[in-house]
């Protein structure tokens, strides 16, 4: 399969300068930090009407990850599972996404946001409305977390 690049639109400011620093989810930290997504010039005109949305899903890079082994042990598991059957940061492709709560800009091309989980300089790919009458799925199965 041929390569391909992927161009940061931006990056990400956290108050997590290491990966191991990171909560598990951006939902863990009480209270949810309040984050900014830095937008490059370039693509600031893509951010119009934004503002008009509570909810954002961010694409990024984890660009400090470790090489990423096909099965690993979970926290929460009694035994290896495949990693895509996980939701580690550790991938073979490490891309990551976050729904996230949109609080508006603190100047232009910066979004603050709450619910992300990454360390600080990560770099944004894309940034995607959240809707929820299409991201949902409230009958969604659990799999082997359902215990948890």
């Not at 309040?34 to 119009?48: F, H, K, T, Y």
């Not at 660009?63 to 099965?71: K, N, S």
Request: aromatic residues 8%; glycine residues 8%; hydrophobic residues 40%.
């Amino acid at each position: 399969m041929r390569g391909f690049t992927l161009t940061p639109i931006g990056h990400l400011e956290t108050p997590w300068p290491r990966p191991e620093e990171c909560p598990r989810n951006g939902r863990q930290p009480d209270p949810r930090p309040l984050c900014r997504a830095v937008i490059g010039e370039a693509w600031r005109d893509g951010l119009d009407q934004l503002e008009s949305f509570s909810h954002l899903i961010l694409l990024y890079w984890m660009h400090l990850g470790e090489d990423a082994p096909l099965t690993l042990v979970p926290r929460f598991a009694a035994g290896p599972r495949g990693v895509f059957a996980t939701r580690s940061p550790v991938r073979p492709n490490p891309i990551a996404l976050s729904v996230v709560r949109f609080e508006g800009f603190a100047e232009p091309g910066v979004l603050l946001v709450r619910n992300l989980d990454c360390a600080s300089g990560t770099p944004l790919l894309d940034i995607k409305p959240y809707l929820p009458t299409v991201d949902a799925e409230p009958e969604a199965s659990m799999g082997w977390l359902a215990p948890r």
